[in-house]
């Protein structure tokens, strides 16, 4: 049953359609890869049970001729939406052991379409962190090996990276992840797959554990432009529940996709282009524009002048709101509660044991930075950079339609490496942070392997509203890179 | 008219400023769809957003945003068609989202101003700073178990309105007076009911003396003070404890103090040093407030007439006195009441009868306005049958008592009762005749120059009567028969 974990999302479901296989059949594949690939740790909570039902749920409405557009579809949810029944951690210890009474809109969506629930995987934890390493729950494996012999475990990327493992392992179909400063590009990224962020407000937030609002938007991991495009549909839409929800209508990407890129501009942001940055991403740049120029794309050189203080603004934005999202985690209605000789005993013994160093660490930034006396330096000021950087992507998309760039500045690296400084390890969201902060959709598209044989994704970043464009695009350098590669650990089991 | 107070260096100005917490009149809280109903079972009324469950985001309730520019209407100031939520941050168990959703730098309203009645009769106008909506915490309960504190939710998350007072307030009786013209005025636009006992109007009050000329003092704000008596008595012992302090020799400090109705003392609760730092930031989770001055101007057209503007009219077209007309618009009901019995009569007597008799009755029996049972209808009936000489005022204060008692129609009182009044003349006469002829002496000496007599003739022809005579009839033909 091997290649029932191998298809995409598109074939699968024209085989359910068609009854070459049954839901059941799919999920219990899938069910099994989880099993064979438990090592890599990309599951908090497995549900097979649970996926089970649904999946015999599924054949009946298909038998029935009541299918929905994403049903008998094996997915995994990242441990960050609420799903109803099923303990939702974050990665955080504060969290262990809380089950919601509620479902996230997207997951519930995702039901309503029929999508079946492997498990709730890892995650950094609350979502801060480029390297899955941040995890209560532990490291996550990235499937892939260096091609040197190494052997050493490498990090999937961050903070969706057990979405993106599972994805990249063959155990689900597609994944859920979010994204605050480059936590699904990244990972996608480093997995070799495929994963967009859509413009801010076209996911609802509702029922995702909150990181930094102003930045937090849901996404999916997909084996290819098309499946993101169709289970990206299914999670869209206006929420009233969320009041950052755009009210807007979510159109038929997948049915509008297939073209190529004649009339299109493409623009190359000169920013981007960082000293240090090694070869083989540079290379790998010029071959994706050499690639959108066969597509009859046009190549505009543009300039994104702020790009240099996106990182430093997002590093104070983002713990500025996570300091204050997170003071609900107090021990006192729900999650771990550590009693202590008195009332802030009680709380400060929670949240020291509670959470973990990196989220610790952000806190404090956070609450410096929007402490008396700082507000005006820090806050203030990043709020006024976040406006310049939204204006530079408004300029440079006064000459062109969508911006091509590398993901991310590196390959994968192993576990471990990075740890002892956290400033590199921020430096890994220095492409995909600027969008993050202009609230502008973005996705990766694995396009290439390192020296090293790890994949490597190019980023497109599109206009407000104008996934089309960037999922478009993003099918041009899927065809014309026609990435195959597979895990090592993957085709061995296929062969 | 500032009250001062008297030291041993000489009279000392009290300067007060206050911040009044006003519960909105609404089903629903600030930023989720769970009820606000007071006296609901501990956490009842909890939404997973009240309970800041993990995920949960908070929607603005549109019906608490016109609310408060209808009171920002009605306190003449300001409106702003942008402002923004921020969030205060602290920890208290009360407080499940860790933060208080409120407006900082952008209030929804503005500066304005209300007018205040001191008891001399004088005007004194009253600044307003701002008014701002944020959300209430919720309750903590330490005396439902020996050694653990409960919380209940109920209240968590419900509207507020916090309304700043410019410090233009000077003394006790100016502040009772302002904390009840803004209930007043709250109540007639029905965005709080000022219910002080429920918690629904709650103050605190910021308090320094001075020299009369000289610069602002050093404040203190007095927390917990949850009605108008409390808050006389405060400003009464915490304006004495500075003076005190400063004329022997000391200064000062800035702190929140907590009055403690009980010992009728206010103390230390925190020092300026101790002052939290709330972290102030416009919250990510909802988008700025903005709407268009149209709708502003929509909600002014329903705006009710209000008491100072009710007062002025029932001075000018009942030719009311100032007292009077306070009096009655003390309450919108009353003043309505008070509209429909004075309908087509004689207005002064329509105060009368209401302020005098009508709210003397319920007052001694303990009843409001609202479960009066007289109604304003039957208590015009009565009027009339006086102004229609039915009645004697005398028979009508009986017939008055009769219809608190039994709810009765005051016609069918009368009726039951064969109180109509005699204006027969001929009637009349033959019990004038006979009082005379009974009392030769008393009639002697009034015609000897006791003039004083004359009311023992009436009282007697009255009680004769039964109370019926028609004491205009009485009085001429006494005259003319006694002289």
Known sequence: MTELTHMTVAQALKGLENKDFSAVELTQAHIDAMANYRHLNAFIVETPDLAMDQAKASDERRAKGEAGALDGIPLAIKDLFCTKGVQTTASSKILEGFVPRYDSTVTARLFRDGAVMLGKTALDEFAMGSSNTTSYFGNVINPWKRSDGSNADLVPGGSSGGSSAALAARICMGATGTDTGGSIRQPASFCGITG??????????????????????PGIFGRSVEDTAIMLKSMSGFDPKDSTSADRDVPDWAGQLGGDLKGMKIGIPKEYRMDGMPEEIEKLWQQGIAWAKESGAEIVDVSLPHTKYALPTYYIIAPAEASSNLARYDGVRYGLRVEGQDLTDTYESTRAEGFGDEVKRRIMIGTYVLSAGYYDAYYIKAQKVRRLILQDFEKAYEQCDALLTPTAPSAAFAIGENEDDPIKMYLNDVFTVPASLAGLPGMSVPAGLSADGLPLGLQIIGKAWDELTVLKVGQAIERAANFSALPEMVTKKAA | MAQLIQGNTGEWEIVIGMEVHAQVTVQSKLFSGASTEFGASPNSQVSLVDAAMPGMLPVLNEKCVEQAVRTGLGLNAKINTYSVFERKNYFYPDLPQGYQISQFLHPIVGTGEIEIDLPDGSVKTIGITRLHLEQDAGKSLHDQHPSKSFVDLNRSGCALMEIVSEPDIRGAEEAAAYLSKLRMILQYLGTCNGNMEEGSMRADVNVSVRKPGDELGTRCEIKNVNSVKAVQMAIDYESRRQVEIIEDGGSIKQETRLWDPNKGETRSMRSKEEAHDYRYFPDPDLLPLEF???????IKQTLPELPDEKKHRFMQSYGLGTYDASVLIAARARADYFESVAN???AKMAANWVINELLGVLNKNGKELEDSPISAEQL???????????????????VFADMFETGKDPAAIVEEKGLKQVTDTGAIEAIVDEVIAENPDNVEQYRSGKDKLFGFFVGQVMKKSQGKANPAVVNDLLKKKLS
């Open chain 2, 344 to 346: 087509d009569r004689d």
């Open chain 1, 196 to 217: 967009i962020k859509p413009t801010y407000g076209r996911c609802s937030r509702w029922g995702v554990v909150a990181f930094a609002s102003s930045l937090d938007q």
């Open chain 2, 380 to 398: 015009g009936g009565l009027i009339d049958l006086i102004a229609d000489d039915t009645i004697s005022g005398k028979i009508a204060k009986d």
């Open chain 2, 292 to 298: 268009e001055q149209s709708w502003v101007d929509e």
